[in-house]
DNA sequence: GTCATTTCTTAACCCAAATCAATGAAAATC
DNA sequence: GATTTTCATTGATTTGGGTTAAGAAATGAC
């Protein structure tokens, strides 16, 4: 089950054995059922997460209508902006899946800092990663029309389309589900 | 003219008079004609921007149709992907008007940081709010429909309407500039 | 100033996605 | 295992943006 963090680590900085173990003891880790609301519209987020089993999305309800923005599945970090701005969350975070999240907080993080100074050089190499994706998304996003983002999401992440329901991915691709059906009608051909 | 750097950086960390005038003494300036490219596609940044004064937008040319993702104007920093990820840049940088800007580089930066140390404590700030941005001009995106695009635009940045031309501003918007036109005269009414 | 180029608007027609409605299939609940 | 509820598909219709083409208005060059 660690290991899964570990290896997300592993991506800014190499472990040692020493470390690994204080990451261990200090984790805090939480089960979730599917459905479950990891964050509200309106509420501070004092929690980040880390998904070490299961899925989760966010979305704004814009108007009673569902609006999803990212899915996260295993290996995957999730920093609100709620947790970052201090401000109240304008989205939803939800579980789609039963989860199983390692959760993060600002005391938890200090305290981990203090034992295992060298996690804070990782923090600006997570960042930029951080925004690049968030760039390349938006792009993306932009130059696509929805057939061809459609396209682009069943190969850049075709376990996706498996796992998750195909009103949510409609949503996601910013179209209506029955659009999205036509447009799979429409490639099959 | 050194003001508008100051007064950009004072948002992060409030500068000491030796402190100007060490950034006063190494900026780089330079003087764009409206049309210069400060980036090409293909071509790997070694820089990034501030704009002292005048205009530039980013795109990218997909098949022949330019698709505006930014237009940044005086106290804003332009960071090209290609920059930080050091590969070649997918879109184009381009002076909207004459510009003054102030030019930074990876050499200079570290000049700059060895004579001014706590210009770093700046770094994950900046990153942060940059990462904040973005993810809002994307969730803005998804969430409303080109009309509201535009009215939330003319709400939130009415100098750019007068500033930039509207077929720009169309493709910013991810509309034709027909599309705007009409769109315009719908809300007039 | 005139001429040329760029930008903006308008109109007619086209098309993809939205909407509305109905039906089936699949899952969840009991 | 029967019953709700949720989800996916399909059809008919509407709507808003795309396309094409033309002309008007603004801007720039000489």
Known sequence: MDEVIFEFLSKYIELTEEEKKILSELKFIKSFKKGSLLLREGEMSKECFFILEGCAYSYYLVDGEVKVTEFFTEKQPITPVSYTTKKPSEYYLECLEDCIVSIGSQERTAELMTKMPRLAELGPAFLEDELASQRMKYDTFIKLSPEQRY????????????????????SYLGIKP?????IRKRILK
């Open 151 to 170: 396209q682009n999401l069943q190969k850049q992440s075709p376990e996706l389309l498996d796992r998750i329901p195909q009103y949510l991915i409609a």
């Open 178 to 182: 029955e659009s999205l059906s036509r």
